[in-house]
């Protein structure tokens, strides 16, 4: 089977990256999740104090920024030069930082460059929100993931439950509507469907449904 590319782009809490796991998984493929380079590039950030209005250094430390992602999809790593920052980049002050950050278009571009190195041997399934449309426009397979709003409210809530946050499901709902805006109105590449991706809105599909819906089509395509 020819190695492919795989692009799944979609706002948060719709399934992308359970459904990225589980296809890389069953493939044999690499699995990125793009958003991890940018929260890895604000947690940069903050760490050197850099203002997230400060374009010009945020750009910067972009650029200077050594992003490792290691291990299997279900056990993914992501070092910051040697560091293990895979737990610090999920932290919410991190989180609300990488929103910012990935809106400002020097550091989408040093970014992009950076997943297209990792990408380039094939055998890839990305998720993100240009990934489709920016980092691969050419890729073999392109799919648009949606839900409404309530359900992918729900599905962030109960995630951060695990994850030990203590954040109301309206506090969870108001920084998605706050981060969709910000994904859908800003100058560099903004989160729009691909022209020619599937589009598949999972709000009344489980996690098994959406990835046998998905596999059918990269096996016709492969």
């Not at 359970?18 to 940018?38: E, F, N, Q």
């Not at 850099?50 to 050594?66: K, T, Y």
């Not at 599905?155 to 706050?178: N, P, Y």
């Given at each position: ?12 809490g719709v399934g ?26 604000a947690l940069n ?178």
């Open positions: 089977m020819e190695k492919l590319i795989i692009a799944i782009d979609g706002p948060s992308k990256s359970t459904l990225g796991k589980r296809l890389a998984r069953h493939l044999g493929y690499l699995y990125i999740d793009s958003g991890a380079l940018y929260r890895a590039v950030a903050l760490d050197e104090n850099v203002s997230l209005d400060d374009h010009f250094e945020l750009a910067r430390i972009a650029r200077q920024s050594n992003i490792r992602l290691e291990g299997d999809p279900d056990d993914m790593r992501v070092y910051l030069d040697s560091r293990d920052v895979t737990r610090e980049i999920r932290l919410p002050e991190t989180s609300h930082a990488s929103s910012v950050v990935a809106a400002v278009a020097p550091v989408r571009e040093t970014v992009v460059d950076k997943l297209r190195e990792m990408s380039r041997a094939g055998g890839v399934v990305m998720d993100g929100r240009d990934v489709g449309t920016k980092i691969f426009p050419h890729a073999e397979v392109k799919i648009f993931l949606t839900a409404s709003p309530d359900i992918r409210a729900h599905r962030r809530f109960e995630e951060d439950r695990v994850r030990g946050r203590d954040a109301s499901f309206d506090e969870i709902k108001t920084e998605l509507e706050e981060r969709d805006l910000r994904d859908s109105t800003r100058e560099a590449t903004p989160l729009v469907k691909a022209r020619d991706a599937t589009l598949i809105d999972t709000s009344r599909m489980d996690a098994d449904a959406v990835f046998e819906r998905v596999l059918e089509i990269v096996l016709a395509r492969g």
